[in-house]
């Protein structure tokens, strides 16, 4: 790091009304037994809240101003979707922002047209980039081929977000040696395609989705896909660990509560320092993350993603991803038996950070990535 | 192999190669759901009657209970053999012998102090895997602190009256008995001696069971609530007020099961080159992982960490190779290993990339799903039988005499 | 640079320049021996002298004491004029200015609270170096427990006798001036109510010093003994009884030192730039360390840490964004940022290679064996002023709410 | 892993006679105030004390009974090294031992004849191996270049211990681009050949000894150096972990008696958790050093070193240099204000881990061998 550390973090009025209004709902709207209550369900999300969302105008926080959003930046997300975290609240929104950034970043002037309008108003997008389980891979082995004026896709894409209630994939393909991203609608579709995971987080949704078959036009294949897929990339990566920053914070209140109540051997536990340090250490691992995200946030932009920005982005990740696994792992033990039950908060966290760590690059991943940008 | 007392090695390893024989030509086949690594983790009727079977045509094949006495169903064998039938056992990581708290626990206490009739009435059924034991020690807001004890049994005539609870029952709800320890005496100047030991009917009125989920979603422990239960007065093991003994005395058998004295391999136990197996088959960057510099460099971490700890059992063997902290080994070995596993389980999930996120139940999860639901039941041991926490203060003032917190 | 009330940002940007060109020519040669990193590694009579000449030199050239009044010595200036000279000090990496109890506690205390008089005797020689001022607060056993301190101060006509002792004072052989915290009233009612505050002569009668050797090897504290020590009833700050409040208040102008408002560059910082210097021209295995993949994953993990560490100063600046938990970065930033440097220089040494072994005063050693200095003079940071295991109650308790030990 | 792992520790009768003389020997030696008598001596032994070492016969431990050794094998003084680690007695006796396992396992008979009687008798040698900081350098800038029967030497050699008392260098060369081990006498030196560091770890004592100019004759050239090197460097490991286990435990025993003596807030310090605990952990890493070594100590042999034996020492190494670079520094710490002066012992310590980190190799580099051994 020759270079001059960038360290700027700012925050404006409306962020800060976005995210004491983001509080409130999140509280609101998802008190444990709420999230409890959808553990087991179809969806894995409450639509009246989603449509809650909607009207509030959330999904188009970063949405260009003619496509009907308020043109906030994606930086505006990083406060809602901490919030969400921290009352695991779960929804489309992280995966349907992720992909409205490509179509936004990667589409032309119609392709931009066709989709964000209805993205704005709440339409339900994803992302579909793995091959494999190596999210760090650089190729794919899903083809896109052409005959005549038609192209046609060939590969299964797995643990795609929210697919089963998606309206549109984002899906990431080669077209002659090239890599491309493409707009596929949840309707063009074969029967069977869409195939459930049974995921460690009984909060999120995932499924493989298989596009063999599904045939395009030129006009859904996005303007400059290659060029801003890295970026695209990083805002995932940057999402993800605002909403794991939210959740080690909501790990670290239940430990709190239970350190403050819980007595044992006729004293309260959380005086024993075996307990009081290691909290102490979530607090702090979980504030370097959440100064992180919200230096990444200050950062980002609409234009092409700066070299400041992709560090800060890396090393949001990275640490929120690490805080949230010390997090979740201290929640279940020293909550002791209790902590070994289901009926037990700390198992929501704890699946949370096995769910949380690779998305989108694990710690490892970045860090890699990390050191040739401030090593070399 | 050593040459054992009277027996002659051809005898034993020929002994080895037959068991070895029987393993591959018995072993189940794949049941199709993730079988449980230690017998606290049997959940489910489908899994219960998977392993019963098994246990039975194990011991019936004559590889169980090979120490025990031939009139209640056992081998009248050399402990040796029951240790060889294990090791292959283990080797071949055949499912697990389930009906753990019966034959590690009750089985060598009846047969080492136990009546005629209890062991007419008990033994057989343990080996069969027909009847299946609990274990009645733990309570609710007690941890393993047993002479805070608060079940009570009142001896009314011919029986006693049981009320109370107890909380992490294994298998409570399939058992058909428990060992169980009450207090019969709430007087008692020193609270271990108002304590009883009990080999009580779980099918007895007033006996409530209710399962515990666990953190991984599966069940395999219940809470037990006795409410005005009467069993008979010949329920009671040896003495009244002796319970405390009997239950330490019980606790002993822990090791002896794994060594063998009962037989059946209780934990289906992995190791670090299970997570290695990970590693091989994984793409992380576009690369192998396996040639990863850094995931070698923690992957050999933790095969140092293993090694030391295999090492220290036969180090212990070396009185003067302990000298300075003669009870290290012996007092650490929990927190080690507990701690190890739970780091190492852990850490197998970070090796998974994108696939860490399946669940057991998912086809495509890596193992089933195995590393996944091992870190999370892992808890049950940096938790269970005195927290990590404890443990490094029993190190700390045990081995260490540093003075009590 | 932002604009500052009344003064041009041309005015301000061409004396930055003016700074930069005054250090260029004037920073002094490698003086061929190591350079203390803080006030308290002054350990020999000629590092001393090397940093008095270097003081006078920054004070009669105007950059230091740039805000303090004209008439005791001090350039009557803008504070943010002294910011700009000791950044661009600090930028270039000059010497310290060394006397930071006499620049930092005791003249910004004489300045805002010190009567004519003190004005007069103390700040001029504070600000040319020739007046060197110790700190007399802590004492044996007591650590950083400011209430039982037991030194006592008995009025006896126009003179206090002093009697006790203070340990870890700094330059304690070397100053001329103490300020002293000692009890003149043991039977206050609250035990803090009994301390007085005194700017005491060092030269007093009956005061001896022990200089104490540090784990480096090195001086820079000694401890203190006061024996019948009389000293004019004059060098009571204040008034009777109120040394804790005024205590409390010199220990506020810490952070204004750094902030320039005495000006000099008390602490000459490292960052992980200097660490990256080391990895990049070391060879281990044959190759260039700064190649090795574990290194550069170690590195990052440092840099992160690092860049979380200084992005919290900022963060900290926006309260929505530290709504849970307020004082949370202002109590955690000595455990953390002390923390951070000792295992980051500890680590500094594992990049060295067999060069880690060789320390100061080797002309092979790497930076003259800064690191390995650097890093033993850590633990005055993780023990001093609150040892870190004090640190993370004080967050647990008064961040999180936890009970107390 | 794939291989079985050896789990092999034994210990025997005469080994365990050893260990008890040697830890008699060391207490009664080398108590803590006649450690820091030699801090500033110029040798850092006491030569009365290094004497009766060798008249107890612990320089002929190992060597063949030919050459007046006792042939008890390098592992006997495992035991002997680590009671010195324990009481920081320092003598020659590690680079002596080094130097001598080269020369007994990669000299001719006449090698051997010539130099193992005099190094039983107490000799010293020591090793020249180090051209820069790195241990694990491959190459060596050290020539040995031929005009007519005689051979030449050209390079300096850093940091070789003992080298102002050694008698005899084992020297790091290379002839016609191979490897070479070549034995120079002292008294072939140069005047000033020798030039003494400055050490962080004041008990030890090391030079940087130019060769340039030296010659000698073929007979000075071990007749299978290359070939034992690295059996040699692995040795020179194993010793080198047996000191530091050693010094471990004494850095452990000093932590607990201050923390069962000192008192802070009306209570022993050692009574708080956040001290208690970091303390079993050093107890516990330095249990697995010690095992480690003893496991190494079991498989060594007089003939070439197994892959397990390799496998053994390097994380024998690995292992005991983390042990005490965290009991050294914990130490400091735990002592509070005490712990930052030179009076207190930890300063021992920390300075002793700094020395035997790196010395043959630190545990990355240990690690990175063993990656290769075990996972490949």
Not at chain 1, 314 to 331: I, P, T, V, Y
Not at chain 2, 28 to 43: I, K, R, S
Request: charged share 20%.
């Amino acid at each position: 790091m020759t270079r001059t550390a960038n360290l700027s973090i700012e925050f404006s009025d409306e962020q800060a009304m976005i995210l004491a209004s983001a509080k409130d709902f999140c509280r609101d709207k998802s008190d444990i037994n709420a999230v409890r209550a959808l553990l087991k369900s179809d969806t894995g999300f409450n639509s009246d809240v989603w449509n809650e969302m909607i009207a509030l105008g959330w999904t188009g926080l970063y949405l260009p101003e003619q496509h009907g959003g308020s043109e906030m930046g994606i930086g505006a997300t990083i406060p809602l979707v901490e919030s969400m975290g921290r009352h695991l609240l779960s929804t489309p929104f992280i995966s349907s922002t992720i992909a409205a950034q490509a179509i936004m970043r990667g589409g032309s002037e119609e392709q931009q047209a066709k989709w964000l309008p209805a993205l704005a108003k709440g339409a339900i997008g994803t992302m579909a980039l793995l091959d494999n389980e190596d999210w760090g891979a650089t190729d794919t082995s899903c083809l896109l081929s052409t005959e005549g004026n038609n192209f046609t896709l060939q590969g299964k894409k797995l643990l795609v977000n929210d697919a089963a209630v998606a309206d549109f994939f984002v899906v990431l393909t080669k077209y002659q040696d090239s890599i491309a991203l493409v707009v596929v609608e949840a309707t063009q579709l074969a029967n069977n395609a869409i195939s459930n995971r049974t995921l460690v987080d009984e909060t999120k949704r995932a499924a493989n989705v298989d596009f063999t078959g599904v045939t395009i036009e030129s006009a859904a294949i996005l303007a400059k896909g290659a060029e801003i897929l890295p970026d695209v990339r990083l805002i995932g990566a940057l999402l993800i660990a605002a909403e794991a920053t939210g959740c080690a914070a909501a790990a670290l209140d239940t430990v709190v509560d239970y350190l403050t109540t819980r007595k044992q051997f006729g004293r309260l536990i959380g005086s024993y320092q075996s307990l009081k340090h290691p909290t102490v250490e979530i607090l702090i691992q979980m504030d370097s993350a959440r100064t992180l995200i919200y230096h990444a946030a200050t950062l980002i932009g609409d234009g092409k993603l700066s070299e400041d920005t992709e560090i800060a982005c890396r090393m949001a990740k990275a640490q929120a991803a690490e805080a949230l696994s010390f997090a979740g792992d201290r929640a279940v033990q020293f909550h002791g038996g209790m902590g070994f039950t289901y009926d037990c908060d700390a198992m929501l966290y704890i699946r949370r950070a096995q769910w949380s760590q690779h998305q989108y690059g694990d710690p490892q991943h970045h860090r890699k990535l990390l050191a040739s940008l401030l090593l070399d | 192999m050593t040459e054992h007392q009277g027996i002659e090695s051809g005898e034993l390893s020929d002994f080895r190669k037959g068991v070895a024989d029987w393993i591959k030509h018995n072993t189940p086949a794949d049941p199709g759901f993730l079988l449980p690594q230690t017998f606290m983790e049997v959940g489910s009727e489908q899994v219960l009657s998977f392993l019963r079977e098994w246990q039975h045509k194990v011991w019936s094949s004559g590889y169980l209970g090979m120490a025990w006495p031939k009139e209640y169903g056992g081998g009248g064998m050399p402990r040796i053999f029951q240790q060889i039938a294990d090791e292959e056992m283990k080797k071949a990581r055949v499912p697990i012998c389930f009906n753990v708290i019966g034959l590690g626990w009750a089985g060598p206490l009846i047969i080492d102090t136990g009546t005629d009739f209890e062991k007419e009435t008990y033994l057989k059924g343990i080996l069969s895997g027909e009847d299946i034991w609990c274990q009645g020690f733990s309570e609710p807001n007690h941890g393993s602190d047993l002479g805070s004890i608060q079940t009570r049994a009142e001896r009314d005539d011919n029986e006693y009256i049981i009320n109370g609870s107890k909380i992490w029952t294994t298998m409570g709800n399939y058992a058909k008995y428990m060992i169980l320890l009450a207090r019969t005496d709430s007087q008692a100047e020193r609270r271990y001696n108002g304590l009883s030991f009990f080999l009580a009917p779980m099918d007895a009125k007033g006996i409530t069971t209710s399962p515990i989920q666990k953190l991984t979603g599966d069940y395999g422990f219940t809470e037990t609530f006795f409410d005005d239960v009467r069993i008979p007065a010949s329920c009671l093991m040896g003495e009244e007020g002796h319970g405390w003994r009997i239950a330490m005395q019980t606790l002993q058998y822990e090791r002896g099961a794994e060594a063998g004295a009962a037989g059946g391999v209780a934990i289906l136990s992995t190791v670090m080159n299970d997570l290695l197996r990970i590693a091989k088959d994984v793409q992380r960057d576009g690369e192998p992982l396996m040639q990863d510099p850094v995931t070698r460099d923690n992957l050999v971490k933790f095969l140092i960490e293993e090694q030391a700890l295999y090492l220290a059992e036969n180090r212990v063997k070396i009185p003067a190779l302990c000298a300075d902290y003669p009870n290290s080994v012996a007092l650490s070995t929990k927190l080690r290993g507990t701690e190890f596993f739970r780091r190492m389980r852990q850490y197998a999930l970070t090796l998974q990339g994108a696939s860490s996120a399946l669940y057991v139940g998912d086809e495509d999860a890596v193992e089933g799903g195995f590393w996944q639901r091992a870190y999370m039941n892992n808890f049950s041991t940096t938790i269970g039988g005195g927290t990590s926490q404890i443990q490094a203060n029993i190190i700390g003032e045990h081995v260490l005499g540093l003075p009590k917190d």
